[in-house]
């Protein structure tokens, strides 16, 4: 079973606030990723990390940013969110092949 | 473009009644095919992965093959347990070369 995390499940939250979504693994995995995933929709890549140090935008353009300090954390952050961001994220890892999936986080903006 | 699609986009069963899923590529260099299985609300769970045409892959009533331009997820007598929506993905070079690349998915539901 894989082990990655992600905090919070789910978010409410208002219109212009700042918000940070985390995601953390024991595996030990260089390479992890951020994809978004609408209701009925395909999951879209938004952000990649190859190592610590090491971030580049996916496919979809999106207006979040992240970090990568930690070979184990990579935190994904709204400066100001908006209705339009309300979606589900999800976060994986992999080290060869395979990727690992976290539970999500349901994020709504109102 | 490299390019994944399901079909169908869903689909209702009984109990036991066997079927297969759909997932047909456009990929210039395949890495890799992968089947997710994502409950509601959850992330998606890893089943398999397939790299080359003719190879197959078994998980007690799920069968996952791979042609030159498709692959198909057979599911022998379902039960109600399987219900979920079975993502088909593929890893191709590119900017993200490890990243995959998704279809929409069949949702399944499995009647008892």
């Known amino acids: 079973e894989a082990d990655i995390y992600q905090t919070p499940r789910y978010l409410v939250i208002g219109t212009g606030k700042k918000i940070t979504l985390e995601c953390s693994q024991t595996?030990?995995?260089?390479?992890m990723y951020w994809y978004q995933q609408d209701p009925g929709m395909e999951l879209h890549l938004i952000h990649y990390?190859?190592?610590?140090?090491?971030?580049e935008k996916g496919d979809l353009s999106s207006e979040s940013t992240v970090s990568r300090i930690r070979t184990e954390h990579f935190p994904l952050t709204l400066e100001s969110a908006r209705p339009s961001h309300t979606s589900q994220y999800l976060c994986?890892?992999?080290?060869?092949?395979?990727?690992?999936f976290g539970q999500g986080t349901r994020l709504t903006v109102v | 473009e490299d390019q994944v699609t399901q079909s169908p986009e869903a689909l209702r069963l009984q109990e036991g009644e066997s079927s297969s899923l759909n997932c047909s590529y456009t990929?210039?260099?395949?890495?890799?095919l992968f089947w997710y299985r994502q409950d509601p609300g959850k992330g998606p769970e890893f089943l398999f992965t397939?790299?080359?045409a003719g190879e197959e892959k078994e998980k007690e009533r799920l069968k996952a093959t791979l042609t030159k331009k498709e692959s198909f997820l057979h599911i022998t007598a379902p039960k109600p347990e399987d219900s979920a929506t079975y993502l088909c993905?593929?890893?191709?070079?590119?900017?993200?070369?490890?990243?995959?690349?998704f279809g929409k998915g069949t949702t399944l539901s499995v009647s008892s």
């Open positions: 994986a890892s992999s080290e060869a092949a395979e990727a690992f």
């Open positions: 595996m030990g995995h260089d390479k």
């Open positions: 990390s190859y190592g610590v140090n090491s971030t």
């Open positions: 990929v210039s260099g395949l890495r890799g």
């Open positions: 397939l790299y080359s």
């Open positions: 993905a593929v890893q191709a070079p590119g900017q993200a070369g490890t990243a995959l690349i």
